[in-house]
């Protein structure tokens, strides 16, 4: 019996996993029970967005967006209900009703280009070993290591030197529009349809569901240039959102908990043809953003390595994906900066983990591993330095030749940012002297400049958003007024990051009978049942979030309660302390002014009623009077 429309929805529902969905547009990072990252429906500086994977629901804390999985896809994917509806039941295996009217746009489309690759995929591995000329392509993947096994598994394949040979084959059973589409096919200068890819070795390339989707193709000739081509973006195809290897290497980057990025399709499959599973490279173009979200989804921790050529460009390749890594996880906090111990998975103290892999003797990861092996490669991986030290030894080489105060300079100046970045000031200090004594400058004077350079950045988990301004009235007169912000200040120091000064400390120093705004004791007796579990203050933030997730003017007076907890982010405990007994001392105070001034009120009302009872006395007795003269008239 086929399935009703809305057991259809009922059943896709079901089968969205909210933390799947909203990780393919949001970078999420776990903190207790739920996961937050930036709010992609408004500008949102610091993580807003918060993903309930046991109430399957997503809430911003911010701008309030809010829903279930269907919903945020709806928002971020630029397809009709319907649509998408389809979309998803095809993917779930779900048989949709005929008189529903679905008809997903180019859906049918795309579904023939894929399989239009699939078979040029198919046709171009059987050419390897058919082809009269095949053999140059075996020589060179032979000469790369490249056996069998690996050629089936990544469907490595051979473009025959003949203008028409993919599109006879393929042209009975595609359309001439379906085969352009998908990049297989192009128009000569007479007009007629020729093969795209000719006398190459055929890399297919699939997305992250191990469909084909596009090709990369290279040249094997002396002389043949371009060394590579690369189809053009397509309906089914964007670079900048695939990655090259992803389909074959999820699985081990999960298991790892860290993926390498390379700079190429053969240093991705001469490595894990070696056995190191976990790599994957852009398909080229430059390591984007969109890229790093995707990598998010399946790293835990968010360990990533860089492995690009030691060549000036690679270099550059690498300080530029290293730049566009901490782009998109810096809203998520501190990048991991020196090596106390390896971030475990699900650590929750750092944003991400960058290192590098330079294999020496200026080798790619493709050469080093063919030329020592993969023991000899995963010792380099082992010992990778981080992002950090890369950055700074890679500068400090220039310190050689650097001989003018001019150009020992223009070195600091580009050092500076670096050392700026380093939080724990042990370690910023251990650095500043290791550059002056490379530069063989005066390390005060560094210390000078990296303080001007430097600025105070609050935490960032849990902390509101740019555009959030807190409801707090400037120049504040009503004695009322001043004593709700009070209150709202003492309870923001339970959220205090970075406080020496323990949970249960703080229920001890602040009682709730202080308090006498309703919510904020609702908020208070909530924190108190929280502490009896939770030993931190970002566990505290998380729990008090979801406890009142749905709840919009509750989340809005949290957001404000951690906006005014930043401010007291880095007082020593006693200075906190001393805070706590002041903010106490001042709400006794203004709660007896508040008191003195209800009784006065008091006073006065029934002041106000005596003398107006005594006028009316007065008017009475001059009436009266008035009466009497009358009579005796």
């Known amino acids: ?23 393919q547009s949001v970078v999420l990072k776990k903190s207790g029970a739920n996961y937050w990252g930036l709010c992609p429906f408004h500008n949102d500086k610091k993580p807003s967005l918060c993903v309930s994977p046991s109430k399957g629901i997503y809430k911003c804390f911010s701008c309030g967006a809010g829903g279930d999985a269907l919903t945020f896809l709806l928002k971020t994917q630029n397809k009709d209900f319907k649509e998408l509806i389809a979309e998803l039941a095809e993917k779930f295996g779900i048989e949709l009703p005929k008189t529903a009217g679905f008809k997903p746009q180019n859906k049918e489309l795309k579904d023939e280009m894929k399989h239009a690759c699939k078979e040029a995929a198919r046709f171009y591995q059987k050419q390897l070993t058919l082809d009269k000329d095949s053999s140059k392509a075996m020589g060179y993947l032979k000469k790369r290591s490249i056996n069998d096994s690996i050629i089936d598994i990544f469907t490595l394949g051979w473009a025959p030197n003949d203008y028409h040979k993919l599109y006879d084959h393929l042209k009975g059973s595609f359309s001439d529009e379906v085969l352009e589409k998908a990049g297989l096919i192009l128009k000569s200068k007479t007009g007629h349809w020729i093969d795209r890819f000719r006398n190459r070795i055929i890399i297919p390339i699939q997305n992250e569901d191990g469909e084909y989707v596009a090709f990369g193709a290279r040249a094997v000739d002396e002389g043949q240039n371009p060394k590579y081509l690369n189809s053009a973006d397509s309906l089914i195809y964007n670079k900048r959102k695939i990655l090259f290897g992803l389909y074959t290497a999820k699985d081990y980057i999960k298991e790892e908990d860290a993926v390498i990025i390379m700079e190429g399709y053969f240093d991705v499959i001469s490595t894990q043809a070696h056995g190191i599973k976990n790599c994957v490279a852009s398909c080229g173009t430059a390591f984007t953003q969109e890229h790093v979200r995707l990598l998010s989804r399946y790293t835990k921790s968010r360990r990533i390595f860089l492995s690009f050529d030691t060549d000036s460009a690679g270099v550059n390749a690498t300080t530029k994906g290293g730049e566009t890594i901490r782009e998109v996880f810096s809203s998520l906090g501190n990048i991991k900066q020196f090596d106390e111990s390896h971030v475990a998975a699900g650590d929750e103290n750092y944003a991400c983990e960058i290192r590098v892999v330079s294999p020496p003797e200026g080798k790619d990861p493709d050469e080093y591993v063919r030329a020592y092996g993969a023991e000899a490669l995963k010792e380099h991986i082992k010992n990778a330095p981080l992002l950090i030290d890369f950055e700074l030894n890679n500068i400090l080489k220039q310190s050689h030749a650097a001989k003018t105060p001019q150009e020992k300079s223009k070195i600091v100046e580009d050092i500076i940012p670096i050392l700026c970045e380093i939080h724990n000031k042990v370690i910023q200090g251990e650095y500043i002297k290791m550059v002056a004594t490379a530069l063989d400058i005066d390390e005060s004077s560094l210390v000078q400049e990296v303080r001007k350079m430097a600025k105070y950045e609050p935490d960032n988990m849990f902390a509101p958003d740019s555009n959030f301004t807190p409801v707090v009235k400037s120049n504040v007169t009503k004695t009322s007024q001043i004593l709700e912000m009070t209150q709202k200040n003492l309870l923001s120091v339970y959220l205090v990051v970075g406080n020496q000064i323990t949970l249960p400390q703080i229920s001890e120093m602040i009682p709730t009978d202080i308090f006498t705004d309703e919510m904020l004791i609702i908020v208070k007796n909530t924190i108190d049942k929280f502490t009896q579990t939770v030993n931190n203050v970002r566990g505290l933030r998380e729990k008090l979030f979801t406890e009142f997730i749905e709840d919009t003017t509750m989340t809005q007076l949290l957001t404000e309660l951690v906006y005014i907890a930043d401010s007291f982010k880095g007082l020593p405990a006693s200075d906190l302390s001393q805070a706590i007994d002041d ?5 006794s105070r203004l709660a007896n002014e508040e008191e003195t001034k209800e ?8 002041n106000d009623d005596d003398i107006e009872a005594l006028k009316l006395q007065m008017a009475l007795r001059d009436k009266l009077k008035l009466k009497l003269n009358g009579d005796n008239k």
Do not use: C, N, Q, T
Not at 1 to 23: H, N, P, T, W
Not at 583 to 587: D, I
Not at 600 to 605: E, I, P, R, V
């Open 599 to 606: 009784l006065k009120k008091k006073y006065s009302a029934a």
């Open 583 to 587: 903010m106490k001392f001042k709400l």
């Open 1 to 23: 019996m086929a399935l009703s429309y809305d057991e259809v929805i009922s059943l896709i529902k079901d089968r969205l996993d909210i933390v799947d969905v909203v990780s």
